[in-house]
């Protein structure tokens, strides 16, 4: 694969159902576990969109810098989580997206990445934006709990005047009182019918009670499939969820993942949504 076109067209950013058959898939572990379980997931996750015929992008975090509480397990860390995603990403033939915390992550992160990903809470940080934008690489951008979805038309456009044009916003709810989290579909329609933005929902996070868990992650993914079919419903680009062979064992982000052996159905599900709309337009 080439380091400069994603593995799905999104060149009528205007109205990318219209025009994108597929729902672009990026799944993965919320951290990098070991590197046995980052393969599994990767492995699976590959063979069934394969079969599905639905494009996929591997995610997994190398350093979860923005855990609750300080005993909170964290992962590899920037070097050794380069390169397991490095050597994964040669042996399995696919895509790679990470998360960045800092400005001197952006450089080492971009000669492995293919997507940068920033995080919800850094995404109104311009020098970490820019900096990742003149990598080239496609920059997918956690719309923050605290936005609303017009606000994130600045961020695009930090990151089109750095030269990159290749930009996702994820869509992960909206903070609603305390400890909860609500999605307001309408967000879908605004970023990409009105700022030309393709949205990537974020079904796992979307579902999280945040600070609900005492020091821990807490959350109910029994919605995570609700949200997803709602999204690509709405016109949403792609969907972006947490898969784990055992949620309850993860050491990150458990109550609000999907478990694995449950996520080709689920796919099914959104590829046939995706296809009813474009039959059914309105």
């Known amino acids: 694969m080439t380091s400069n076109t994603l593995p799905i067209k999104f060149s009528d950013f205007n109205k990318p159902i219209k025009s994108q058959k597929d729902p672009l898939i990026i799944a993965g572990p919320c951290v990098i576990e070991n590197e046995e379980v980052v393969?599994?997931?990767?492995?699976?996750?590959?063979?069934?969109?394969?079969s599905l015929g639905v494009p996929f992008v591997f995610k997994a975090s190398f350093d979860k810098a923005n855990r609750t509480s300080i005993d909170?397990?964290?992962?590899?860390?920037?070097k050794e989580g380069l390169k397991i995603l490095k050597q994964l990403k040669e042996d399995l033939g696919i895509w790679v997206l990470s998360d960045i915390h800092s400005i001197e992550q952006v450089e080492p992160a971009a000669e492995v990445l293919d997507i940068i990903q920033i995080p919800a809470f850094l995404c109104r940080q311009t020098d970490i934006i820019v900096e990742a934008a003149k990598t080239g690489r496609v920059i997918n951008v956690k719309k923050g709990q605290f936005l609303s979805p017009n606000d994130v038309v600045h961020i695009g456009n930090k990151i089109k005047a750095s030269g990159n044009q290749n930009v996702l916003i994820t869509e992960r709810g909206t903070t609603f009182g305390y400890n909860?989290?609500?999605?307001?579909?309408?967000?879908?329609?605004?970023?990409?019918?009105?700022?030309?933005?393709?949205?990537?929902f974020d079904a796992t996070h979307s579902v999280q009670l945040p600070g609900g868990g005492n020091g821990v992650s807490s959350g109910k993914s029994v919605y995570a499939p609700t949200l997803a079919s709602s999204a690509i419903a709405a016109g949403a680009f792609g969907v972006f969820m947490e898969v784990h062979p055992e949620p309850s064992k993860a050491l990150s982000d458990g109550p609000n993942m999907i478990v694995l052996?449950?996520?080709?159905?689920?796919?099914?599900r959104l590829k046939a949504i995706r296809e009813s709309c474009i039959m059914n337009p309105v």
């Open 180 to 200: 909860n989290l609500v999605v307001d579909m309408r967000s879908i329609h605004i970023i990409q019918e009105e700022l030309n933005l393709p949205v990537i």
């Open 72 to 78: 909170s397990f964290r992962g590899p860390g920037l």
């Open 261 to 268: 052996d449950k996520v080709p159905a689920l796919i099914k």
């Open 39 to 50: 393969y599994r997931i990767a492995a699976e996750m590959k063979e069934t969109c394969k």
